[in-house]
Structures are given as C-alpha cells and as structure tokens.
C-alpha cells in the first residue's frame, strides 16, 4: 500500500513554494480571506492540502477531488500546495508546523494517522489557521478541527457485513481482514464482528490485521486462513476493511481452488469497481464518495472564510457497489464519464446506485437490513 519518496525533500519544496505566494500582498497571513472577513476573492486565497498518502488510489481521488471543488469555489491552481505524509503521522505533524510558518488561509488535510496528530492541529488552529479533515479524523482532533467530512466507519463496516450476511442466508463461517491499528479506521471492523453476533447460525473463523510494515499481507493472511479450514464450505466469506486486501485475498483462493468464498471490502476505487465487474467471487464495496467529502468541505471552508456559522462534524454518504447496479449505471454513462466518479455530488443518486442508510449505531444495529 505504500511507497517510498523523498518527502522530507518534496516538502520543503513545497512549502518554501507557498512561503514565496504567501508574501506577495499579505499582510499578517490573511491573504485574500481570513474568518470573519465578509466578502472576499477566492482567487487570492492561498490553500494548503495535507494528504495522509498518495501512495494509491484512495490518495489520488483526495488530491482530484480538492482539485476540482477548490476550481469550482475560485481559487487558482498556483495558489494551492500538496503535500504528501506517506501514511507517517510524525512527517505530516512536521509538515504541518512548516505549513503554519507560510501562514495559508486554511488547510485541508487527510489525517495520514487516527493518532498522534493532535498537538500540529492545535498549534494550526491556534495559530488562527483554518483546518478541515476528510476520510477520518484524528484521537483528540475531534473537538478543535475547524470542521470535517469524514466516513461512518461503524455504518460502513455494518453495512458490507450486512451485504455479505443477505447472500450467505445469514449462515456460514466468515474471516475478517481488519485494519485495526488505526484507531479511526477500527469501527468498520468492530461493526462487522456486531453483524455477525446478531445471527446465531454465523460465526467468525479466524481474523487479521493489517501490519503497517508491509511484511506480512493479506494473501499471506488469506493463505493463512485457508491452510487453518482446508475444506471446502469451511469459510463461506471473507469480509476486508479495504478492497486490495480483497483482490490479493482471491488471488490465494484461485491458486487454492477455494472460488467458492465471497468477499465484501470498502473504499470503492475504479480498481475495485472493475474487479466487482469481472470478478464472481467479489460482490460488494462500500464507497466513501471521497470527492463528495472533498467538496463539502471546500463548502465549508468559504463559508467559514465569510465568517459565517459552519457544523464540524459531518459524515459523508456511502454508496453501496455490487455487481447488478454497477452493470445498470454502466448504460447511463455519459461520454468521458466513468463508474468511478459515482463519488461526485449526485451522481451516484443520479444513476441508481443504493445509498446506506443513516445512522447506523450498535444501538440500533438489529434493525438493519438491507
């Protein structure tokens, strides 16, 4: 899932970039709109966007998605510095004292972490500097972010479990692929353990977490978990907290001869999308809607800019991707349009793609069906 690059370098680049922007006619950092300035020409704003990682498909729709709703509000593509963390909470942390130094009007950023960022993000917005997140939040940024769109991690982990427990009759023996160690990202994983629990003829075989170091992988775990129920109808799913973890989870079941085991992942990028296409035993993604979240916040942030009242806590739609709707929306594609940018505001309504419901918590959680 990553990739090496010389970060520490890149970012001093970039932020000495928007240091030499910034000084152009500014005066005390707030360039062309500070909150609570009224009116104000987008054009001069000078924007910051902190990604958590480019290193896949999830980074690159972040990056494009705050590309596009930054052109759509105004401001000018020179006037906008990435900056990429590579998934390490310690270098975004210290990209973002750089960033506070070129004093920008504000800040977008997806938290390369679900911890450790805390103190940067209070020293951003004690510094007068607005921050928005997208995908997740942060331990401790909760209360002092400026505001963020982020998933329904418990909602999203329910609802592909759900997906998953409908096609096998709700019985069978499931393993879960987790992403556990990122705090922000757990509540998928303990939504779908609940799932399970609320039927007596399911059971959870065997599970695994994501090492953040890269040496041990999903095949390997997938590997693991077929060498541990070596018989067919043993495992009757496989639910994963991300859709790679899925396609290289199938690829040990093909060598295997296990095509018999379904899979449900999350993220629903296009590489996702093509493999619920093409690939039988791959029956369900749940999208973030990445660039709908990139948008509202982009919302948010002029709105705040004007000095108007903004809600902090916001958590974007998600789209349910199988197979059947996936192959109907495929006819309404327009020229140059893709599955892919479901993620757009709208357009997944717009070609009858099912929406998860709201609200889904443990407490209501029995009442889910789908």
Same mark, same amino acid.
């Given at each position: ?258 095509? /018999? ?7 629903? $990028? =296009?590489?996702?999308?093509?493999? #619920?296409?093409?690939? +039988? !035993?791959? *029956? ?52 140059? /349009? ?7 505001? $709208? =357009?997944?309504?717009?070609?009858? #793609?099912?929406?998860? +419901? !709201?609200? *889904? ?10």
């Amino acid at each position: 899932m990553k990739r090496k690059s010389g970060i520490l370098v890149l970012a001093a680049v970039l932020v000495l970039s928007l240091i030499v922007g910034a000084c152009k006619g500014r005066e005390s950092g707030t360039g062309g709109g500070a909150r609570g300035s009224g009116a104000f020409d987008p054009g001069k704003l000078k924007i910051a966007v902190a990604l958590g990682w480019m290193a896949n498909e999830s980074g690159w729709v972040q990056r494009d998605g705050y590309a596009a709703a930054l052109k759509e509000a105004g401001v000018l593509e020179s006037n906008i510095t990435y900056f990429d963390a590579n998934y390490d909470p310690v270098v975004q942390s210290q990209q973002l004292e750089s960033i506070i130094e070129a004093k920008p009007d504000f800040i977008f950023m997806t938290p390369a972490s679900g911890d450790g960022l805390s103190e940067a993000v209070r020293n951003v917005v004690e510094a007068g500097i607005g921050i928005a997140f997208s995908d997740g939040s942060s331990a401790g940024c909760e209360d002092i972010v400026t505001t963020e769109t982020i998933c329904d991690n418990y909602r999203d982990g329910a609802v592909s479990m759900e997906w998953l427990a409908k096609r096998l009759d709700y019985k069978g023996n499931v393993c879960l692929i987790k992403l556990d160690p990122n705090p922000a990202w757990k509540p998928r994983s303990d939504a779908a353990k609940d799932v399970v629990a609320k039927y007596p003829d399911m059971k959870i075989v065997s599970e695994w977490s994501w090492d953040p170091t890269g040496v041990n992988t999903p095949r390997q775990a997938m590997d693991g978990f077929l060498a541990g129920n070596p018989q067919k109808g043993s495992i009757s799913a496989v639910w994963a907290a991300w859709d790679t973890a899925c396609l290289e989870a199938i690829e040990a079941c093909k060598a295997a001869g296990r095509t /018999e085991i379904i899979f449900g992942g999350h993220d629903g $990028g =296009q590489e996702g999308i093509d493999a #619920l296409l093409d690939e +039988p !035993q791959f *029956v369900v993604s749940i999208g973030p809607n990445p660039a709908a979240q990139c948008y509202n916040n982009v919302r948010n942030a002029m709105a705040w800019l004007k000095g108007e009242q903004i809600q902090r806590r916001n958590y974007a739609e998600t789209t349910i991707l199988e197979p059947e709707s996936l192959k109907k929306a495929q006819g309404l594609l327009k020229s140059g /349009e893709k599955l892919g940018d479901y993620g757009n505001p $709208g =357009q997944a309504v717009a070609w009858g #793609l099912p929406q998860a +419901p !709201q609200g *889904v918590t443990p407490a209501n959680l029995r009442d889910l069906k789908l």
